[in-house]
């Protein structure tokens, strides 16, 4: 439904109507929170996958697609998950990121380069940063333990401030 929602396949209103008329067929409740949870600003499966287990971690839910600006109002980042709370960051990261967009001529190294360099950045303002891949998503439990050790973190610089 995400990725629908995101390339305009459908409307989140053409879902719930639809959704509507089927209330008595069965599972159409189930159906319906599905619809519901739907956000078409994932951008990835990876990310609509994330989305899930945090919800399953009963984490709070995080901005989507955050723009994050220094200062002087430069963007810095556009990140994929922000728990704006707790001043945390979450990326998902699959190899796509780092290999499968390439334009002719780019190395994958400098690719790395440029998202450490823009990490460090985040870190320096004062962001946690977690990065999410696909075998943290096998267990939900320890995603929530991690993104909560970020919120720690985060809650522990601000008493030292």
């Known amino acids: 439904m995400d990725a629908a929602l995101r390339d305009g396949l459908m409307t989140k209103q053409v879902l719930l ?6 209330r008595d067929w069965p599972g159409a409740r189930d159906a319906g929170r599905a619809v519901s949870f739907a956000d078409g600003r994932s951008e990835s499966v990876g990310e609509s996958r994330t989305r899930v287990a945090f919800h399953y971690a009963d984490l709070p839910e995080p901005l ?68 999410i891949t696909w075998a943290d998503l096998y267990n939900v439990n320890a995603l929530g333990a991690k993104v909560r050790a970020a919120f720690a973190r985060d809650k522990a610089q601000k008493r030292s401030a």
């Open 64 to 131: 989507l697609q955050h723009e994050i600006h220094d200062q002087r109002g430069r963007l810095i980042a556009r990140v994929d998950f922000y728990f704006e709370e707790y001043r945390t960051i979450a990326e998902f990261d699959g190899k796509l990121k780092y290999t499968g967009e390439l334009t002719p001529g780019t190395n994958p190294t400098e690719v790395l380069w440029r998202e450490k360099k823009r990490e460090d950045r985040l870190r320096a303002m004062g962001f946690e940063v977690v990065r």
């Open 17 to 22: 109507d639809t959704i509507d008329a089927m």
